[in-house]
T-cell receptor
């Protein structure tokens, strides 16, 4: 199974709502990622979890709160978002979170959640 | 800053021709570069990886080169087909952080 699944596919929420995005992989990967992608822009890294611990937070506002309950699951909790947070949110996983510079690690992406904040 | 750039926003070619996409990097020497394909509304899909000590990598109709002197990677699709139309992203990795170029949208016309 080389699939990363994400739910929901689409989400519309108001600025006062609380919602969560979910991501799941069963490839035994030990690194999981959240990216944000705006239209016609590349994915931008938000968070990285390595062995279920948050290892990288790319200065993301606190209204985004990641959680990694176990090695297969990754959540992104959303609260008090702004309309400019509307984007495609991508989850990815990779096998080796601590690859050295000469090692390589490719990422497997999910289909994304299209988020619209009204 | 350690940039990775894809200078062409879009590339239009005729079916059957070879598409060549460019990725440039500045201010650092990546140990490897990766190329991904992304279709609209979907997540990127990994295509090829090339290490700094490799000149060329091939996979079916795809070929990637890595020129550390020019600080550039070229991505070629030979005998292009309309189904190859998509956005192609190059990416650099540093431990477990990945940064993507802005992408080149390839349009293969029948």
């Amino acid at each position: 199974d080389t699939e990363v699944t994400q739910t929901p596919k689409h989400l519309v929420m108001g600025m006062t709502n609380k919602k969560s995005l979910k991501c799941e992989q069963h490839m035994g990967h030990r690194a999981m990622y959240w990216y944000k992608q705006k239209a016609k822009k590349p994915p931008e890294l938000m968070f990285v979890y390595s062995y279920e611990k948050l290892s990288i937070n790319e200065s993301v506002p606190s209204r985004f709160s990641p959680e990694c309950p176990n090695s297969s699951l990754l959540n992104l909790h959303l609260h008090a978002l702004q309309p400019e947070d509307s984007a495609l949110y991508l989850c990815a996983s990779s096998q080796d979170p601590f690859g050295a510079l000469t090692r390589t690690d490719t990422q497997y992406f999910g289909p994304g959640t299209r988020l619209t904040v009204l | 800053s350690q940039k990775i750039e894809q200078n062409s926003e879009a590339l239009n070619i005729q079916e059957g021709k070879t598409a060549t996409l460019t990725c440039n990097y500045t201010n650092y020497s990546p140990a490897y570069l990766q190329w991904y394909r992304q279709d609209p509304g979907r997540g990127p899909v990994f295509l090829l990886l090339i290490r700094e000590n490799e000149k060329e990598k091939r996979k079916e109709r795809l070929k990637v080169t890595f020129d550390t002197t020019l600080k550039q990677s070229l991505f070629h699709i030979t005998a292009s087909q309309p189904a190859d139309s998509a956005t192609y992203l190059c990416a650099r990795g540093n431990f477990n952080k990945f940064y993507f170029g802005s992408g080149t949208k390839l349009n293969v016309k029948p």
